[in-house]
Structure formats: structure tokens, C-alpha cells
């Protein structure tokens, strides 16, 4: 059987995202389920809003052949989503929509559809970014990647995370490792 590879990120460029600190976790439980995991940081992609205008000038941004090429080469997303105003960070969405455009090496929706995901979220509110999962689901859906059922919406996380971004509270952790894992195990069988 082929390892399992995943790509992870946090749809948030703050340094100190508590989004990224919780991402960590799942990434270490889709690890120990056997899958090899490349983390990147968005920060590191910067790219314009999509615009069809800008694209038939100058065509896809290069940091967008950069993310094409990544999702390319993995079979699964772990994505750490914060909520913004009830729904999808405007930097996630970005990335996701110039990864679907046409590109060097050919239509964007090569470099999502079959893939699969697996989403947590963290906030300090009650619902810990829950709302915003909907969307991001709904999104990678109609894009024809399959979304595994278990999610994990961390509340109170500004309550129990450690300065190391570990997670303090030994329920909310093994939740949010099983996304991570749950995610490579399933990957794993429709690779196979």
C-alpha cells in the first residue's frame, strides 16, 4: 500500500494563531497513523485576491502554481480553519479558488477533486470556529473532495493551550488527534 501523504496548513497568517498551534496536534495523530505529513504556512504563499482580470494579463500567480503543484502532490488536506465572521477565512478561500483555476500544468479542480480533508478548528468563543467548518466543508464538496464525517471544533481554546501550543485538556487532544488520524486511515483505503 502507498503512503499516505497529506498536506497541512491553518487558513490563518497569524504568527501566534491558535488555529496553527491546534493544527499541530492533528498533524502528530495523522503521523502516528502512518501518513507523511508536509505542514506549510500560508504566510509563506503570498498571492493576490482572484481576479479573472489580473489572470488573463499575467495568468496564474507563480505562489499559485507553487500551492497547484503542492496539493498535486499530496492525497489529502488537514486544515485548521479559523472562523471569521461566521464563516471561511478570506485567505483560505483565496488559496483554494486560484488552486482550482487553469494552469501551467492544466485545469485546477486535477489538484482537488478525489482528494480528501480532514478540518478542526480553534477559537476562544463557545462554538470554537464550528460555524465556519460548514462552509469549509460545503467548499471542498462542491469542489469534488471528500470531507471525512469527524470534525473538531476546539472552544475555549485560549484556555487550553500551553505556550508550546499543545492542548492541555487530555479529551479535547485525543479529539483532535483522531481527525488527524481517522483522516490518514481513510486516505489510506481509497489509495489502495
Not at 465572521?85 to 483565496?94: A, E
Not at 486560484?98 to 501551467?104: D, E, I, N, T
Not at 486535477?110 to 465556519?132: N, P, Y
Request: hydrophobic fraction near 40%; glycine fraction near 12%; charged fraction near 20%.
Amino acid at each position: 500500500m502507498p503512503t499516505v501523504k497529506l498536506l497541512a496548513f491553518a487558513g490563518s497568517a497569524r504568527r501566534d494563531s491558535m488555529n496553527k498551534k491546534v493544527l499541530k496536534t492533528a498533524v502528530a495523530g495523522a503521523r502516528d497513523a502512518g501518513a507523511e505529513v508536509t505542514v506549510i504556512d500560508l504566510r509563506d504563499y503570498p498571492m493576490p485576491l482572484v481576479d479573472e482580470d489580473l489572470e488573463a494579463a499575467e495568468g496564474l500567480p507563480e505562489n499559485g502554481a507553487k500551492m497547484q503543484d503542492l496539493f498535486g502532490a499530496h492525497h489529502g488536506l488537514l486544515l485548521a480553519c479559523p472562523e471569521y465572521n461566521s464563516s471561511i477565512t478570506p485567505l483560505l478561500k483565496n488559496t483554494i479558488d486560484w488552486v482550482s483555476r487553469p494552469g501551467p500544468n492544466g485545469p485546477g479542480s486535477q489538484f482537488l477533486r478525489g482528494k480528501t480533508a480532514g478540518l478542526v478548528s480553534a477559537s476562544a468563543g463557545a462554538l470554537g470556529g464550528l460555524r465556519g467548518l460548514v462552509h469549509v466543508r460545503a467548499i471542498l464538496g462542491n469542489v469534488g473532495m471528500t470531507v471525512i464525517p469527524n470534525q473538531v471544533a476546539v472552544s475555549g481554546a485560549n484556555k487550553i493551550l500551553a505556550e508550546d501550543g499543545s492542548i492541555t485538556d487530555p479529551d479535547r487532544e485525543k479529539q483532535v488527534r483522531a481527525v488527524g488520524a481517522t483522516l490518514a486511515e481513510v486516505t489510506g483505503k481509497l489509495i489502495a
